[in-house]
């Protein structure tokens, strides 16, 4: 749906400028109210919280320490402890997308223990399963931007977003 480009693009434009979010989750996507047309008002997602992202002069990304991560949310290499880059953004928004399509999450982690091992090896169930009303396509995006590996998902939100507009 729109919403869910509007996020991609949002964080498409975060990357470019050097930054990485590494905590995408619900508490920080606010809707911001926007066009009224009639008694319907349209809402605009804005990604928060990129207080703890940084860019080095060198133009190579890197992160401060957060300690409170959502382990539901963490992207596998997040959870590994491995060096973390935009496509762990991409994984994260991957993660909201499974959830606001199906009402789940692909993993309910409740340690850091269990979020290593779901994130990095548990198997997903696609979410035209859970919803057999989506398009395939749709279930076939969420289950790229969810892949384990960073080099097997979208490697850009830009080209998440095009994905989307696509179906």
Do not use: C, W
């Not at 996020?7 to 995408?24: P, T």
């Not at 940084?54 to 060096?83: C, H, N, V, W």
């Amino acid at each position: 749906d729109l919403m869910s480009i509007q996020m991609s693009d949002g964080l498409h434009y975060a990357h470019q400028q050097g930054m990485i979010h590494r905590d995408i989750r619900p508490e920080t996507v606010v809707l911001k109210s926007g066009v009224v047309v009639g008694p319907i008002v349209k809402y605009q997602p804005v990604l928060t919280d990129f207080a703890l992202a940084r860019t080095e002069e060198s133009g190579k990304i890197f992160i401060t320490d957060k300690p409170d991560i959502s382990f539901g949310y963490m992207s596998p290499e997040q959870a590994l402890g491995k060096r973390v880059d935009i496509r762990s953004d991409i994984y994260e928004m991957g993660v909201i997308l499974y959830e606001m399509i199906t009402g789940n999450l692909p993993h309910e982690p409740r340690s850091m223990t269990e979020a290593v091992r779901m994130h990095s090896r548990g198997v997903i169930q696609p979410p035209s399963e859970l919803r057999p009303d989506i398009p395939h396509e749709l279930s076939d995006i969420l289950v790229k931007a969810l892949e384990k590996e960073a080099n097997d998902r979208y490697q850009t939100a830009s080209e998440l977003s095009r994905a989307l507009q696509r179906i």
